[in-house]
């Protein structure tokens, strides 16, 4: 069946001018927002999330406690003007329920949440603009979230989608080609090399599969990289609004920016 629109022309680019591999734009800000424990903003090209954490803090129904662990508690909020159709939707909504039980399944096994028996985490997932990726954008928005506050993990979780045109293999997908390709997420953990989530909402055929999955491994490195860097940035701000920079006395030459590159939060 042949597409709607132009997937991939003659030269290899796409209908927004990226190559078969090539990621959108990605943004990053850890700002505070309001009296949340921990908050993230992440786009990918015109895909916004935004994320805030509260907790780890005291289960709100006792009937939920668990005496072992923290349980983590998903709410992803679709603002009606971030998508063309205006539609508004619930919480009740089928797609809404679908993507904050993808979110909490991928970051059960990996938030530390033996750590905090009797306790809850809650995470607060607000979509602003969709623009296609809209899982690995929440996901990746939710990690940074989690750093932010503080909450123990065993690694980062980084998201990408990908999809097949003919034979030729996509990553980071926009609306567009969302809507016409079969297309996948795979969320991995870069350190320990390990994958927390695959969705498959379309059919795909399993030689394609293994190749998708390979660069979206590839590609959740480099996305390791990026939040990584902006972690770590945003701790040496804390860091230094704190007063805690180098007090060098004279004929000293002390840079602990330089030394705390090894030692800030090695996700």
């Known amino acids: 069946m042949s597409s709607r629109i132009e997937i991939l022309n003659d030269g290899g680019y796409r209908s927004d001018g990226r190559r078969q591999y090539e990621l959108r734009d990605i943004t ?6 309001g009296t949340a424990d921990g908050s993230a903003s992440i786009t990918h090209g015109l895909t916004q999330v935004s994320v805030s954490i509260f907790g780890p803090r005291e289960a709100k129904q006792r009937s939920q406690t668990l005496h072992d662990r923290a349980i983590l508690n998903v709410e992803v909020n679709v603002l009606p003007f971030s998508t063309g159709d205006r539609r508004r939707r619930g919480r009740s909504d089928r797609r809404i329920l679908e993507l904050a039980a993808s979110i909490k399944s991928t970051f059960e096994p990996v938030v530390q949440t ?6 809850q985490i809650d995470i607060f997932v607000s979509v602003l603009q969709q623009d296609g990726g809209l899982l690995q954008a929440c996901i990746n928005a939710t990690t940074l979230a989690l750093a932010s506050a503080g909450v123990p993990m065993f690694d980062f979780v980084c998201a990408v989608s990908g999809g097949v045109h003919s034979a030729a293999p996509l990553l980071d997908l926009t609306t567009l080609e969302e809507n ?12 320990t090399k390990k994958v927390t989530l695959v969705t498959l909402e379309t059919r795909l055929h399993v030689d394609r599969f293994a190749d998708i999955f390979r660069l979206a ?5 480099t996305i390791h990289a990026e939040m990584r860097r902006a972690v770590k940035e945003r701790t040496r701000t804390l860091v230094a609004a704190m007063g805690a920079g180098p007090r060098a006395g004279p004929g000293e030459h002390m840079d602990r920016d330089v ?6 939060i090695d996700y």
């Open 114 to 119: 033996s750590l905090y028996p009797r306790s």
């Open 217 to 221: 491994c590839d590609a959740g490195q």
């Open 259 to 264: 030394v705390m590159d090894d030692t800030i």
């Open 180 to 191: 016409d390709l079969p297309h996948v997420t795979v969320a991995v953990m870069p350190r």
């Open 28 to 33: 990053i800000d850890l700002t505070p927002q």
